[in-house]
């Protein structure tokens, strides 16, 4: 059997040209599945195979398409514990953070079904006699997507879940580091009942198939782009669809805070952080990546931190017991260990000892916390980088892995200035017990979400997902918001009185009579 390159109209395509493999990071000698770099002209195919579905798609009633995305959902919850397992064993995350991802994917089903039973346009009074005014939701149209590997199955839910309900139809780019639970993803989409040309696949690396992709916009076969992933890339996908007057969706990169002010609970903090930190290996896009102490509190917390990432258990994703498994790939791994070698300078504090890549010469410094294939598995240590500054290159860059900044302030205004500093706005948190200190944090910080008391990342499916800055272009994901990204409002007049009534001119506006107060007190 050849590498699967393209589903496209329910139409399995093999690849002719270039393959690249999934491989499991936990043991890259574990293939997962070799697929095929889809060609611009397969893009085109599945762009024009959508195009002609879609009018189809949205004359069904809102109510029956949103029942095929209930028959998604509960084929989702029968499956879900296959599901976890492969998303594990593909991207690394642990099976208890695997099971999150996908129940992510299902709570948006139920959020959205009732959707479909409103989807609700006004009745508006006209300036006019016998005249009536309507607004309603129309689809976009084509639904072009790109997704990371980081929540393969939770995040494409949040884009296409709300699209398809709208009826729009779609083209999705999955990551080139999840194609086989994508390949899942949307053979459950078609089994649920929505028709195969409304949703199709093209699989390939984002700087090919997805490069290839997103030009289409300028060949008009496309009317909304979906993109999550780095800033420099949504910056470019911005632009092409900027200048095709579309306003796509872009959640792009982070460089999360999180404050530790004098009054917080610190073992409470010391734990959020922990989690913020090295959940999912670091590699969530909410991840933690500054952690901003009050100097009157940072050895007490530390100490508290420390503690915590000292047990941290490393390994097998399918061990219940560990707190984070491999990084997706090798590629972040590499990343990751560039990071540390070129961001860490001279004058910075490495709290953790051994930091980098899991290698078989130094794994020993995890002692039995780690139960990983070092040889074969691509894990990394947590790495704790005290001594940071705003004037460092580490502040504001974004490290997605295991990597955390420690910097210090004194006086509030410190604290939220560097917190907004990195040109990022995408999660944000603060620990403190001062009631004033958490009102003016969560109404001075910059970025699209903020957790009071707790952790930089974990956000619920239907509150608005999103950032701002370098993290995004306004747009956001999840929740009832997001009907307003997949459609468009359609104004009508809708006129009874036999005659031509001209709004402003025609109006039978009422002048008042002159009146003037005269008080004799
Ligand atoms: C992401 O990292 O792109 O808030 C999504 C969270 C998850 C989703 C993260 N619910 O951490």
């Known amino acids: 059997m050849g590498a699967l390159r393209a589903i496209i109209a329910g139409k399995r395509l093999e690849s002719a040209g270039e393959t690249f493999t999934s491989r499991n990071p936990a043991n890259v000698t574990d293939i997962v599945g070799t697929y095929g770099n889809a060609s611009i002209e397969d893009c085109r195919e599945a762009c024009r195979a959508a195009r002609a579905a879609q009018g189809k798609w949205a004359s069904m009633p809102a109510p029956v398409r949103a ?31 695997a ?19 409103r989807l609700y346009g006004q009745t508006i009074p006209s300036e006019m006699p016998d005249k009536e005014c309507f607004t309603y939701r129309r689809p976009i149209g084509t639904f072009a997507c790109i997704t990371a590997g980081n929540f393969p199955f939770a995040v494409p839910s949040w884009y296409f879940i709300p699209a398809l309900l709208c009826g729009n139809a779609c083209v999705w780019k999955p990551s080139e580091d999840t194609p086989r ?17 409304v949703f199709n696949v093209v699989f390939g690396e984002g700087p090919k198939t997805g490069a290839a992709l997103v030009a289409l916009v300028d060949e008009g076969l496309i009317d909304k782009v979906g993109f999550t992933g780095s800033t420099a890339v949504g910056r470019g996908i911005g632009e092409i669809c900027g200048r095709n007057l579309q306003v796509p969706c872009l959640e792009l ?66 061990n219940e017991k560990n707190d984070y498994g491999p990084l997706i790939s090798e590629k972040f791994a590499a990343g990751h260990a560039r990071n540390v070698e070129t961001l860490v300078k001279k004058h910075h504090i490495l709290l953790t000892k051994q930091n980098g890549r899991v290698t078989e010469s130094n794994k020993a410094a995890l002692g039995a916390r780690f139960d990983g294939d070092a040889k074969n598995g691509v894990y990394a240590f947590p790495t704790l980088v005290d001594g940071v500054t705003e004037a460092d ?3 504001a860059t974004e490290t997605f892995g295991p990597l955390v900044n420690v910097l210090t302030y004194s006086t509030f205004e410190d604290a939220l200035r560097i917190a907004n500093g990195t040109g990022y706005g995408l999660s944000s948190a603060i620990y403190t017990q001062d009631i004033l200190e958490a009102y003016r944090f969560r109404t001075g910080i910059g970025a699209g979400m903020t957790s009071i008391n707790n952790s930089t990342s974990g956000a619920e499916a239907h509150l608005p997902f999103g950032g701002n800055g370098k993290s995004g272009n306004g747009s956001r994901q999840s929740g009832i918001w997001v009907i307003d990204a997949f459609t468009k409002w359609q104004a009508v007049n809708w006129d009874m009185s036999g005659k031509l009534q001209l709004a402003q001119m025609d109006t039978g506006y009422v002048a008042p009579r002159d009146y003037t107060v005269v008080d004799k007190a």
């Open 181 to 197: 639970l994508s390949e899942i993803f949307t053979e459950l989409i078609h089994a649920a009942g929505v028709p195969e040309g």
């Open 67 to 97: 029942e095929i995305l209930a028959n998604f959902g509960k084929l989702i919850e029968k499956n879900k514990e296959s599901l976890s397992r492969c998303l594990s064993r593909e991207m690394g995350k642990p099976l208890r953070e």
């Open 253 to 318: 990169g982070g460089k999360n805070p999180l404050v530790v002010t004098p009054s917080a609970d610190l073992d409470l903090a010391a734990h959020g952080i922990t989690w913020s930190a090295f959940g999912t290996a670091g590699q969530r896009c909410t991840s933690l990546g500054n952690l901003i102490v009050h100097t009157s509190v940072k050895e007490a917390l530390l100490g508290k931190v420390l503690a915590q990432v000292n047990a941290l258990r490393i390994g097998d994703p399918f």
């Open 393 to 395: 290159e580490i502040y």
């Open 99 to 117: 099971r999150g991802d996908v129940q992510e994917a299902i709570d948006t089903c139920h959020f959205f079904v009732s959707e479909g039973r």
